[in-house]
């Protein structure tokens, strides 16, 4: 079955940087876009970031570019986000997710970025 899992989340200074990592399994994770999304407390889930299925076209929200990168590795089926000059603001729950896949979109459970000094 599909699985997403992501790791690397933890509390963090601002400006501070941190890479978060979700690797994938049970699905053909080369012919897939992969999105990288985030809760704040409070608040609604939001995209934070998009990568093609061989990554040449890559999207971010507004509130994070120049400072996020999305990038994948589709011979370990890896997605990655390298999060930098981290603001209290970029808090939140971190998921994963894959979309379309057979036709209904997958998530993995998360994980928590906690940037505060």
């Known amino acids: 079955q599909v699985q997403l899992v992501e790791s690397g989340g ?3 200074q601002p400006g501070g940087s ?5 690797a994938a399994s ?3 994770f080369s012919a897939y876009g992969m999105r990288w999304y985030r809760q704040g407390s409070g608040k609604e889930r939001e995209l934070v970031a998009s990568i ?5 076209s890559l999207t971010y929200a507004d509130s994070v570019k120049g400072r996020f990168t999305i990038s994948r590795d589709n ?5 990655y986000l390298q999060m930098n000059s981290l603001k209290p603001e970029d808090t939140a729950v971190y998921y994963c997710n894959a979309p379309r896949v057979s036709g209904r979109d ?4 998360g994980t928590l970025l906690t940037v505060s000094s």
């Not at 941190?18 to 979700?22: A, D, G, H, I, K």
């Not at 093609?52 to 040449?56: A, K, L, P, W």
């Not at 997958?106 to 459970?109: H, P």
């Open 10 to 12: 933890g509390l963090v």
């Open 18 to 22: 941190l890479r978060l990592s979700c």
């Open 26 to 28: 049970g699905f053909s």
């Open 52 to 56: 093609s299925s061989v990554g040449r």
């Open 75 to 79: 011979a370990k089926n890896m997605v």
């Open 106 to 109: 997958y998530w993995g459970k």
